[in-house]
């Protein structure tokens, strides 16, 4: 599997994840009944997922397999070792989960050692599906550990370094 970095969202990418968005509702969408809203929603949560410049996906038979957004460089503090996950999508229409959570592993271990960070973290704020989506990482992702910060429920991923 290939990790490549990418500057600009093309139309399909966008497409896909957009619908995404609508279907899935993650973090406060569940409560819009306005699908107008939802998709106004969707855009602005997309459009700022889009200003960063640490954007990785990893394509198999020319097929999206899977993206993942962390947070900007101009936002990368210095003294953290923690990289922050925005957002990540993985294809369930075209791939199993099992290759969906290999390929979004790939994508980690690459940004953490690009990136010169130890750990990734990302804030489950999602209230839709919230239940069965940590039921869903519990099943697939054997390398991810829970946590509580702050009252925020968090996970998180470590890799080893090898230089």
């Not at 106004?40 to 020319?62: A, C, M, P």
């Not at 390398?143 to 910060?149: L, M, T």
């Amino acid at each position: 599997m290939k990790v490549k970095q990418i500057i600009k969202i093309n139309k399909k990418i966008d497409k896909k994840l957009f619908d995404f968005l609508l279907k899935s509702k993650p973090a406060d969408f569940g409560k819009i009944t306005s699908k107008n809203l939802l998709e106004i929603k969707s855009r602005d949560l997309l459009n700022s997922l889009y200003e960063s410049d640490n954007i990785f996906t990893i394509y198999e038979n020319k097929k999206l397999l899977a993206i993942v957004f962390f947070e900007a460089t101009e936002d990368l503090l210095e003294s953290s070792d923690d990289l922050s996950l925005q957002f990540c999508y993985g294809d369930s229409t075209e791939f199993t989960p099992n290759k969906i959570i290999q390929a979004f592993h790939v994508i980690l271990k690459f940004a953490q050692e690009k990136l010169n960070k130890t750990s990734i973290s990302s804030d489950i704020d999602r209230e839709n599906k919230r239940r069965n989506f940590i039921n869903w990482l519990k099943k697939y992702d054997k390398k991810c550990e829970f946590f509580k910060e702050n009252n925020i429920l968090k996970i998180r991923w470590k890799y080893e370094k090898f230089n």
